[in-house]
């Protein structure tokens, strides 16, 4: 049972070829494919700072797996692997019209390490991936307004909830630049590169969230709340570019 991990850094290689090896060893009958997906193929990945993505497509699913991957979480996590999200063909096939941009995420980033490549195959539709696109825009939007009135004045907090949701934004850029028609792969600094051009917004801001994530500044709190007018500004706009796309 060998992994496909050519393509692979050596250090990533060696955190992932365990992980993979351990749950083949144990359950291979099981197991129709296994794959890393999102940043960790990205120019993003720090070792010890990003988190691993996996996805593992059983032949059929048996909840009896999850005893067998459960013992793994603590020694693996502690090493930067998240747990992998599990799902059967059907599954895949049955949820693409209801989470176009997850998937489509996974169609674009992601490694096949053992088994049939599904995901290459996947068939994303443009108009559900706008209509998800958009739908989440306009709930950060709401989601907004609601950290900045709990947050209750305390900019420290206010910065913090922002840092911790924006992780979510990246999915969201590719899905948009997939729809204008661009190229969507690669990490933050390449998609807001493309973005910027071909939607007229202003990047900065999503900078400088960037910045305060990986602890390289530490706003003031006049910053902060400039920082949150400027977020909120970028959503807005980003969520009129995609309600006004026509698929």
């Excluded at 049972?1 to 099981?30: D, G, K």
């Excluded at 420290?156 to 999915?171: E, H, M, N, Q, S």
Aim: hydrophobic residues 45%; proline residues 4%; aromatic residues 10%.
């Amino acid at each position: 049972m060998v992994l496909q991990t050519e393509n692979l850094s050596p250090s990533l290689r060696e955190i992932i070829a365990p992980f993979f090896q351990e749950i083949l060893a144990a359950a291979a009958a099981t197991i129709h494919s296994l794959y890393l997906v999102g940043g960790v193929l990205t120019e993003d990945y720090q070792e010890g700072a990003t988190k691993i993505d996996s996805v593992i497509i059983l032949k059929k699913m048996d909840l009896s797996f999850l005893d067998i991957l459960a013992p793994l979480g603590r020694q693996y996590g502690q090493r930067g692997i998240a747990a992998p999200l599990i799902m059967d063909p059907g599954y895949l096939q049955g949820s693409v019209d209801v989470f176009p941009l997850e998937f489509f995420n996974f169609k674009l980033l992601h490694q096949a390490l053992y088994g049939q490549d599904l995901l290459a195959a996947l068939e994303i539709n443009r108009q559900e991936l706008r209509y998800q696109c958009e739908r989440e825009l306009k709930g950060k939007l709401i989601w907004l307004h609601r950290i900045y009135v709990s947050a209750m004045g305390d900019r420290k907090v206010l910065a913090g909830d922002i840092v911790r949701r924006f992780t979510g934004y990246l999915p969201l850029f590719r899905g948009i630049l997939y729809l204008l028609g661009q190229e969507a792969a690669g990490g933050l600094q390449k998609a807001l590169e493309r973005l910027s051009p071909a939607t007229g917004l202003e990047t900065g801001v999503f900078e400088e969230i960037y910045a305060v994530q990986q602890n390289l500044t530490q706003p003031s709190p006049e910053e902060i709340s400039s920082m949150f007018e400027k977020f909120y500004r970028a959503t807005a706009r980003l969520a009129e570019v995609v309600d006004g796309l026509q698929i």
